[in-house]
């Protein structure tokens, strides 16, 4: 837990803006945001480094803005990461239980050796989750500590990303005279900052529709069971206007924000937009619909390949608490509408629970959930086969509180 007075930060590093939010904990474990700085971004690309200089001025930008607004200074940071090379498979783990009765030293071995499985040199191990064990055949437990018996075993998922990007996140951070505390999963931040423990006992799907990728993790009883990069975001509905109405970017991506729709149905059939051409050439008048039917487009086929990979995981029948879309795109008209059509779901859209208004804003998901997670630090070095000094007790009341 974090001691009084020291600040967790998050670093959103994004396909189009860096977002920092400052966070304090107090000695009860109440957590206060207590700023959020954002800057534009074009250093990335579907959730890679491409521009290094580009991404640092990014991040030394919006850490000016968190810095000012917290009246704080800032020397480190729980990075986020997302982006197709993303990968997470199940793992097995099994362990003798040394006196009988499951201790927490029992838990740290079997998750070590469930740990273990062979992954490739260029891939970096970012989060083992427990997603259940098992005590002498005995499975559905979540929480082993306490019970009797001879063998415990571990189900968990393991979630890898490529170690280049991890290097590129961090000397981004590094460049901007910042010490990276963690590199985390961004799907993981922004479930932890919009999801309510029912939702993630009942079964729901997360959906953070970036702006070059769309993050997806899938939840049941409790326990993460499957993450996903789909490869396409909120940039490509901008390219997609800027090709369809033939409109430079920068109006494209004003058009999307203020007049986008998507479902082109709930767009009236008088209403027009003024559309702004390429050149010296004058602005058109254009019904609002055709603007619709271009965002609805590409919607559709991020809801599909959201439904495919629901689909992959065998979650489909799970989803009792339905889909939750978040991110910049959550917030264009009809998105959660469409998306109860097609999947066929009780669909809402997140953003995250805090009581400040001005935060409970889609675009700062990641960013405040890396935040939140930050605070469980020491807990996650534990699950990640390196514990530290008193780490067994905080252990223990992680998986409580993630399972109860």
Partial sequence: MAKK???IVGLD???TKVVVAVGEQSPSGELTILGVGQAPNRGLRKGMVVDIEQTVGSVRQAVAEAESVADCHIQSVFAGIAGAHIKAFRSHGMAQIKSGEVRMEDVAEVLKLARAAAIPEDREVLHVIPQEFVVDRQGGIKVPHGISGRRLEAVV???TASGTAVQNIN???ERADLKVSGTLLEALASAQSVLTEEERGLGVCLVDIGGGTTDLAVFADGALVHTAVIPLGGDHLTNDIVIGLRTPAQDAERLKR????ALAEMCGPDETIDVPSVGD???RKMARRILGGIIEARVTEILQLVL???RACGAEEQLTSGLVITGGSSLLTGVEELAEQMLGLIVRRGEPRLDEAALRDPRLATAVGLVQLGTQAEERAFYLGRPGRGVF???GRWLRESFT
């Fill in 171 to 173: 000397k981004c951070a």
């Fill in 393 to 395: 007790s905080r252990f």
């Fill in 258 to 261: 203020d007049h986008g729709c």
């Fill in 281 to 283: 050439r004058p602005p």
């Fill in 157 to 159: 998922q393991i979630v």
């Fill in 5 to 7: 007075g020291e600040l």
């Fill in 308 to 310: 495919r990979e629901i």
């Fill in 13 to 15: 590093i994004g396909t």
